[in-house]
Nanobody
Framework: QVQVEESGGGLVQAGGSLRLSCVASGGPFSSYTMGWFRRPPGKDREFVAQIRANNGVTMYADSVKGRFTISRDNAKSSVYLQMNSLKPDDTARYYC???????????????WGQGTQVTVSS
């Protein structure tokens, strides 16, 4: 049984940092492209970042380039999102995705977590 579980969300002031974590159990973690999406209040789900399975190549949404960093630890079946210089516009529920098929908004993946809330105050 596949389980995808996020953690690390919270309330932070603008300019601050947060680190999201995701553990995806069930199946060979190292074989899957992993990533993060988010759903801002009143908006559709959007792509944030992904990291490929085979070569670790990363890709980011333009809105987070230079501020967010995605990484993975295959030994721990985990993927992380380090978020720096946070802005109020980053406020959203953040979802971890395992097995991303298409990062184009709203994204397609084999499995999704329940999400973790990130709120950035001005």
């Amino acid at each position: 049984q596949v389980q995808v579980e996020e953690s690390g969300g919270g309330l932070v002031q603008a300019g601050g940092s947060l680190r999201l974590s995701c553990v995806a159990s069930g199946g060979p973690f190292s074989s899957y492209t992993m990533g993060w999406f988010r759903r801002p209040p009143g908006k559709d789900r959007e792509f944030v970042a992904q990291i490929r399975a085979n070569n670790g190549v990363t890709m980011y949404a333009d809105s987070v380039k230079g501020r967010f960093t995605i990484s993975r630890d295959n030994a721990k079946s985990s993927v992380y999102l380090q978020m720096n210089s946070l802005k109020p516009d980053d406020t959203a529920r953040y979802y971890c995705a395992r097995g991303i098929r298409d990062p184009t908004n709203p994204g397609r993946a084999d499995y999704w977590g329940q999400g973790t809330q990130v709120t950035v105050s001005s």
